[in-house]
């Protein structure tokens, strides 16, 4: 008798590997056990409470199957049914407009809708009855499949939403989140950023990339910009309703601003500064990013990073300058100084100073 599970988890392989006589079959992807009485019997007290299929030939031949079979198309029935905790496109819409009358970001609309969505799948897959922990099995289930920290907080902060202002339940179980993982920011040096701008010719795609490391943008801000944004007498450059909703304003280096003013002349754009190929819409983010990747490949630089690096780049490099850290705050937006003073972890200004016990010796 074969045995298939439907998803890897640790645990249930811990399970099966207690029946006597099993063997894994890689090619095939299932375990075998012996097709005994006392084996099935084994099995089904291992596994109990779980959504098993049963093949309809073996669940004529075996009674104590038959049973298993029996349960698993009224659990199919009940979640065929219509119910509170149904997916569809009328919840969908209820999530939507809850989200925007709240002033969520267009992005995270979508990240949402899209994590709510494979949580159901996930739960229609297993075949889960609906309780108080579905939703820290499914958190346990996307740590198991290698799923980041923040991917796993994003679904959860979802599903809470989702729960609390779409179907008005109240949290009947803590939601337990996956620790925030520390990750160094990938930095370009001086000399890198020089490689990679002087690599690139072509005009607009040049601007981009100028205003995005001298003025520490983010993508999406860089794609937004209009002319009018740009005030060469001040050496200021506003960014509009950047990440949650804020305006400011940053630096605008003399080297870019020839730049875009070059570009300006040739191009000649009219309500975007960059404007995409589709009539009265900006460049899309993905455009500035393949713009990156190529200039990043001409440049012949093999580090794997994306156009984000030039942000972290201006404030690393701003802070290796001796620009107060609390100006480099405001000038990237960031709300609390936490967030600026990662960059301290990779500027090496003080390092440098540091003299090797090694090097005293000597």
Same mark, same amino acid.
């Given at each position: 008798?074969?045995?298939?599970?439907?998803?890897?988890?640790?645990?249930?392989?811990?399970?099966?590997?207690?029946?006597?006589?099993?063997?894994?079959?890689? #090619?095939?992807?299932?375990?075998?056990?012996?097709?005994?009485?006392?084996?099935?019997?084994?099995?089904?007290?291992?596994?109990?409470?779980?959504?098993?299929?049963?093949?309809?030939?073996?669940?004529?031949?075996?009674?104590?199957?038959?049973?298993?079979?029996?349960?698993?198309?009224?659990?199919?029935?009940?979640?065929?049914?219509?119910?509170?905790?149904?997916?569809?496109?009328?919840?969908?819409?209820?999530?939507?407009?809850?989200?925007?009358?709240?002033?969520?970001?267009?992005?995270?609309?979508?990240?949402?809708?899209?994590? !709510?969505?494979?949580?159901?799948?996930?739960?229609? &897959?297993?075949?889960?009855?609906?309780?108080?922990?579905?939703?820290?099995?499914?958190?346990?289930?996307?740590?198991?499949?290698?799923?980041?920290?923040?991917?796993?907080?994003?679904?959860?902060?979802? %599903?809470?939403?989702?729960?609390?202002?779409?179907?008005?339940?109240?949290? &009947?179980?803590?939601?337990?989140?996956?620790?925030?993982?520390?990750?160094?920011?990938?930095?370009?040096?001086?000399?890198?950023?020089?490689?990679?701008?002087?690599?690139?010719?072509?005009?607009?795609?040049?601007?981009?990339?100028?205003?995005?490391? &001298?003025?520490? !943008?983010?993508?999406?801000?860089?794609?937004?910009?209009?002319?009018?944004?740009?005030?060469?007498?001040?050496?200021?450059?506003?960014?509009?309703?950047?990440?949650?909703?804020?305006?400011?304003?940053?630096?605008?280096?003399?080297?870019?601003? #020839?730049?875009?003013?070059?570009?300006?002349?040739?191009?000649?754009?009219?309500?975007?500064?960059?404007?995409?190929?589709?009539?009265?819409?900006?460049?899309?983010?993905?455009?500035?990013?393949?713009?990156?990747?190529?200039?990043?490949?001409?440049?012949?630089?093999?580090?794997?990073?994306?156009?984000?690096?030039?942000?972290? &780049?201006?404030?690393?490099?701003?802070?290796?300058?001796?620009?107060?850290?609390?100006?480099?705050?405001?000038? !990237?937006?960031?709300?609390?100084?936490?967030?600026?003073?990662?960059?301290?972890?990779?500027?090496?200004?003080?390092?440098?100073?540091?003299?090797?016990?090694?090097?005293? %010796?000597?």
């Amino acid at each position: 008798m074969a045995v298939k599970l439907q998803y890897f988890n640790q645990n249930d392989v811990a399970k099966i590997r207690q029946v006597p006589g099993r063997k894994w079959i890689p #090619e095939e992807a299932v375990w075998t056990v012996p097709y005994t009485l006392g084996v099935i019997e084994h099995c089904l007290d291992l596994f109990q409470g779980y959504c098993m299929e049963v093949e309809p030939a073996l669940a004529e031949e075996c009674d104590m199957l038959q049973f298993r079979r029996d349960d698993l198309e009224s659990t199919r029935a009940s979640l065929a049914t219509p119910s509170l905790f149904d997916w569809h496109d009328e919840r969908k819409t209820q999530l939507k407009n809850e989200l925007v009358m709240r002033g969520y970001s267009s992005k995270t609309v979508k990240a949402y809708c899209g994590q !709510l969505e494979r949580f159901y799948g996930y739960i229609r &897959s297993t075949l889960e009855p609906w309780s108080d922990r579905t939703a820290q099995r499914y958190s346990l289930y996307l740590l198991e499949r290698q799923c980041s920290h923040a991917y796993v907080n994003q679904a959860i902060s979802a %599903i809470k939403f989702y729960m609390r202002h779409v179907l008005n339940q109240k949290e &009947s179980a803590p939601y337990v989140r996956p620790k925030k993982e520390k990750k160094l920011p990938p930095v370009l040096s001086q000399h890198e950023v020089k490689r990679l701008l002087e690599s690139v010719h072509n005009l607009k795609h040049k601007a981009i990339l100028y205003l995005t490391y &001298s003025s520490g !943008l983010r993508v999406g801000e860089v794609v937004r910009l209009r002319k009018q944004d740009l005030d060469h007498e001040r050496k200021t450059l506003w960014v509009r309703q950047g990440k949650g909703r804020k305006d400011r304003l940053t630096l605008l280096s003399e080297a870019a601003y #020839e730049v875009v003013r070059a570009y300006c002349d040739h191009e000649k754009p009219e309500e975007w500064l960059f404007p995409g190929q589709m009539d009265r819409r900006h460049l899309t983010e993905r455009s500035a990013q393949k713009v990156f990747e190529h200039a990043l490949a001409s440049a012949g630089l093999t580090k794997k990073v994306s156009i984000h690096a030039l942000r972290h &780049s201006f404030a690393t490099h701003l802070l290796e300058g001796g620009i107060d850290i609390r100006y480099i705050q405001e000038l !990237l937006g960031h709300q609390s100084s936490r967030t600026t003073e990662r960059y301290t972890h990779v500027a090496v200004k003080d390092v440098r100073r540091i003299q090797s016990p090694l090097d005293q %010796i000597y």
